[in-house]
Structures are given as C-alpha cells and as structure tokens.
C-alpha cells in the first residue's frame, strides 16, 4: 500500500504530461481583434470547442503568408514547438493584388511552383504555395502536426444573392498539403463557411460583416469558428482527437 502510494507520488511529480499547444498563424479573419472597428477573428472561439490542448492565437492583422515568413513570425513557431504541437495555418486575404508598380510587403509571387518574382526594389519574392510549404516542413520536422486552412469567404452574399466560388489560395492550400505530405492536414474552411452562410441566407449573413465583406462580427467569427470545427471533424488531422463536440452536433454537412 505504501509502496504503491510512493510509485504513483513518484509519477504525479516526475512525469508531468504535456498538454500539446495549438499556435494559430494568419491574419485578421483569425487573430484577436480581427480587422478593428468591433471585428473579431475566429480564431479566438476555437478555444472553446477544444479540449487537452492551450491555444495560442499568432494570426496578426494585415499579415501574408510572405509578410509572416519575412518578418521572422514562422522562424518564431518553429523555434517554439515541440513534438505533439499542432499548428493551424490560414492565410488568403493579404496574399493577392501585384507586385507592380508598387510591391506592398505583403503580395506573392502568382504561380503554385517554385516560381520566383523579383520588385523594382529588387526584392526576390516567392510563390504562396512554397512559402507555406518551407514553413509547414520545417514545424513537422519539429514534431508539430500542420493544419492547412482555406481563407475564410469575403461576404458570399454581397450582391444580394449568396453564392461562392472559392478563389486561387484554396487550391493552394491543396497544394501545401501534398508538398508537405504527413502530418498535414487541410480544412476547406472557407467552404464549409460559405455552405453554412449560403443556409442562413442574405439578412443574417449581411449582419456577420458590420463594417466591409471581409472582418465578421463576433457572432458572425463564433460561426466561422464552428465551421472549421466541423470541417476538422469531418477530415483527417489528429487534431480532431481534441474536439469537444460531435460531428453532428455542428451544423453543415462533411464535404
Ligand atoms: C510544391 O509542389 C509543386 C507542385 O504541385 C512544386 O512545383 C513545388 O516545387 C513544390 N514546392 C516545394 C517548396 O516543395
Ligand atoms: C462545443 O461545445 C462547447 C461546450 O462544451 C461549446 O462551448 C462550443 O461552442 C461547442 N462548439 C461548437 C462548434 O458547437
């Protein structure tokens, strides 16, 4: 009996299990705060769908898969996990427009290669795809389960009408996925969130973005963040071992 209780007071003090931390890296549709203005991202409701994991929203305001590769934030998470760390990577919104005749820090190179551009500045710039692909790479060489994530949808229902046609990025998160192979993952989050919103139609969905078609409202991003719930449910990614909630219990379908 007391030797019993020694070996599980032995245990409880030295083996201390590790709660596996989930980092958040986008822009304003996930970060805290989201674009301003009453705004929100939805990365601030996942915590509350998860369970046995820490959630650490990275996503920044404003922020590119090239501006978060160049001002060192990727290098930041690679640095920070550790094997069992998941890491949900979701970025569009800033990632498109030109290079020329002004380059604004923030836009690709066009292409899903290994294709490269170079601005009037001189500034050799790389293509979404292989930007995600460095970073993914490197956090799974670390350890970390990646988790590729399709922008979230500007306003399906802007014209009066809800429809969606999902943009180049999302194809390009495809293609993250199958450089980087294991231990990725990829949510079509902005699908999943254009097929519940086209269901809840143009009053309701008009009220989810106050102030442009692209920052939701708090309650609008509490939907956005239920849908990549259900989408992690419905597809592969470990992660989905941390969700509190039934696939069925979220509405939508599994695409
Ligand atoms: C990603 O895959 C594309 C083909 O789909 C390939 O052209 C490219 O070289 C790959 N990028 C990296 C960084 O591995
Ligand atoms: C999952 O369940 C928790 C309560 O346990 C709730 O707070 C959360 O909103 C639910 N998530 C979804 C996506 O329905």
Redesign the pocket.
């Known amino acids: 009996m007391k030797s019993s209780y020694r070996l599980l007071s032995a245990l409880l003090a030295g083996s201390t299990v590790a709660i596996p931390t989930v980092y958040l890296a986008g822009d304003s549709t996930m970060a805290v705060g989201g674009g301003g203005t009453g705004t929100e991202g939805w990365g601030v409701f996942l915590p509350?769908?998860l369970q046995g994991v820490t959630v650490v929203n990275k996503a920044i305001a404003g922020r590119s898969a090239r501006s978060y590769t160049d001002e060192g934030r990727f290098t930041t998470l690679i640095n920070s996990v550790v094997p069992g760390d998941f890491v949900i990577i979701e970025f569009g919104h800033n990632d498109g427009g030109s290079l020329t005749p002004t380059d604004n820090g923030r836009s690709d190179c066009l292409g899903a290669g290994l294709e490269t551009c170079t601005t009037a500045a001189g500034v050799v710039v790389q293509t979404y795809v292989t930007y995600l692909t460095n970073a993914a790479l490197s956090l799974i060489e670390k350890g970390a389960s990646v988790i590729i994530s399709s922008p979230t949808p500007d306003n399906p229902c802007e014209t009066g009408t809800c429809t969606y046609t999902p943009n180049r990025f999302t194809g390009y998160c495809q293609d993250v996925v199958a450089n980087a192979s294991s231990h990725s993952a990829f949510v079509d989050h902005g699908q999943y969130t254009a097929n519940e919103f086209i269901s809840l139609g143009v009053t309701v969905v008009d009220s989810y973005y106050p102030i442009d078609h692209t920052h939701t409202s708090p309650i609008g991003a509490?939907v956005v963040?239920?849908q990549f719930?259900?989408g992690l449910l419905c597809g592969g990614s470990p992660l989905a071992s941390h969700v509190?909630?039934s696939t069925s219990?979220?509405p939508g379908k599994c695409i």
């Open positions: 509350y769908s509490t963040a239920a719930v259900k509190k909630n219990s979220i």
